[in-house]
């Protein structure tokens, strides 16, 4: 789940990690009254979008009074961004951040991530602040520092000054760097973060080190037991086709295809948009209706597949372990006779009432190819699109 960048900051406060003062506004003169509390005569006005490149979009504005201020927020609030992250569709700005201004020294990358490789988390840093990580990893790979940190023995204070070191950090800064890592590895483990990111880390001219920017996202799967964190999702920056599988317990990510496709277990669901591609067709959804779906659950999966305008033919894949064929069968017929199914459908069922399922798919007198291979249902449901084509 992603958050905005003012709801980062304040969890990074609440962890005691060094922000510059700042306030969420929704209108222009929310945001002058907002820089007015704050205080100074330098502020940020930021564009508050779950992606990044806000900056080189036009959605990060330097105002220097409060006329400027009121002008930035009226510039960038009901702007649709367009940024590597969006695609070309962007993103509508309903909220912007108003931020004190600092004085800028040097800008460094850091962030912590979830390492599958090495089962643990791992630490990126690097002096080439505030650029796209991507870029420095491939155009100036020595500018980049990665190490793990174990996971039984956790944070230690060795792992402060290898990145502060590696910053050319030193005195008061490099004791500010071990401490904000340690508290940056707390509130990564007791959050059950995926990842966290602060670009640019920032060395004031004071000689203090600040979080300029902040990304925070957290494991879909944990926050049942963080329901605080629950309550930051702006369901406005969610796809709502996500956003209502997300309500219904079900796994949904729309993708640009023209297959839709409903599986249930995330590892049967990433084999079949494999074999799908492997055919050479290309998935419109990665769909897990779970184990323990029951009919509406699996009638609401099918709309959300039909919903998509791209999907020209659907590919249902079913292994019957917990779940059953036949509630799954049942769900089918009920939403495809609801909506009217007029696209090209392919089914595979097998395992428990695998029988029973394709009888009552048999006697719904829908038009439904159904094989007991995946990949001649994977070629199947690829013929069908194209010659719909």
């Known amino acids: 789940m992603n958050i905005h960048e003012y709801q980062a900051k304040q969890i990074l406060k609440e962890y005691d990690i060094p922000v ?30 779950h992606a990044g490149g806000r900056g080189k979009a036009g959605g990060v504005i330097l105002a220097r009074s409060l006329d400027e201020v009121k002008t930035a927020a009226d510039k960038i609030l009901g702007k649709t961004l ?15 951040y108003v931020e004190q201004g600092c004085e800028i020294d040097k800008e460094f990358y850091l962030s912590m991530i979830v390492n599958r490789q090495t089962e643990s988390v791992s630490v990126m840093v690097s002096k080439a602040g ?86 925070v996202t957290f494991d879909d799967n944990a926050l049942i037991r963080h329901p605080q964190l629950e309550a930051l999702r702006d369901t406005d920056e969610e796809d709502p086709t996500e956003t209502q599988a997300h309500e219904h317990e079900l796994s949904y990510v729309k993708l640009d295809g ?63 372990g917990i779940m059953r064929c036949d509630i799954i069968a049942e769900g089918i017929v009920a939403a495809a006779k609801e909506v009217q199914l007029s696209v090209p459908m392919v089914v595979r069922l097998q395992g428990t009432n695998g029988e029973l399922g394709k009888k009552i798919l048999k006697d719904s007198n829908l038009k439904i190819i159904a094989e007991d291979d995946l990949s001649k249902a994977a070629a199947s449901v690829v013929k069908a699109v194209k010659e719909a084509a």
């Open 258 to 320: 023209s297959i839709g496709c409903m599986v249930n277990g995330a590892g049967l669901a990433m084999a079949t948009m494999d074999i799908i591609k492997l055919h050479g067709g290309e998935p419109a959804n990665f769909l897990d209706v779970g184990g323990g779906a029951t009919k509406e659950k699996v009638a609401t999966a099918f709309k959300l597949i039909l919903a998509d305008q791209n999907v020209q033919a659907i590919l249902i894949n079913i292994f019957g």
């Open 20 to 49: 510059s003062k700042g306030k969420v506004a929704f209108s222009a003169s929310d945001a002058v009254k907002a820089a007015q509390e704050i205080g100074g005569m330098i502020w940020v006005v930021k564009a508050q979008i």
């Open 130 to 215: 505030g650029m796209d990580i991507e870029e420095v990893a491939a155009k100036t790979p020595e500018k980049l520092l990665t190490f793990s940190i174990d996971p039984v023995s956790g944070f230690q204070q060795f792992h402060g000054r290898k990145a502060a070191f590696a910053l050319g950090l030193e005195g008061v800064a490099l004791r500010e760097m071990i401490t904000m890592l340690g508290n940056l590895y707390t509130a990564f483990i007791k959050l059950d973060c995926d990842l966290v990111e602060i670009n640019p880390l920032v060395l004031t001219k004071q000689g203090h080190l600040i979080a300029l920017d902040a990304k």
């Open 82 to 96: 367009i940024t590597h992250q969006t695609g070309l569709k962007g993103q509508l700005v309903r909220k912007v």
